[in-house]
């Protein structure tokens, strides 16, 4: 079992940043590298999207919207995953989620709201 926690989000200008933190509480023996770990939003209506993911090797995929402005990063010491926001736009308001998986399992957070004013 696996619980998420994000926090950080919040309302920003256009062209500003936002860190997103995302706090897992693992089962015990549980190894947060396991993990492929992925930061999602949801604009409102529209689908949820990916928009970061690392991978247990360390590898990092972005999605192309924000490819250069945002950068995922996880602290597997401290069970948590980070993404770094910059020049944030309108678009990118929305709902973001922590996600986890593992042998196809997986886990989301709560989401933390993200809101971008022009």
């Known amino acids: 079992q696996v619980q998420l926690v994000e926090s950080g989000g919040g309302l920003v200008q256009a062209g500003g940043s936002l860190r997103l933190s995302c706090v897992a509480s693992?089962?015990?023996?549980?190894?947060?590298?396991?993990?492929?770990k992925n930061w999602y939003r949801q604009a409102p209506g529209k689908q949820r999207e990916l928009v970061a993911t690392i991978s247990t090797d360390g590898n990092s995929n972005y999605a192309d919207a924000v490819k250069g402005r945002f950068t995922i990063s996880g602290d597997n010491a401290k069970n948590t995953l980070y993404l770094q926001m910059n020049s944030l736009k309108p678009e990118d308001t929305g709902v973001y989620y922590c996600h986890v998986i593992r042998w196809q399992i997986n886990y989301w957070g709560q989401g933390t709201q993200v809101t971008v004013s022009s």
């Open positions: 693992l089962a015990p023996g549980g190894i947060f590298s396991d993990y492929t």
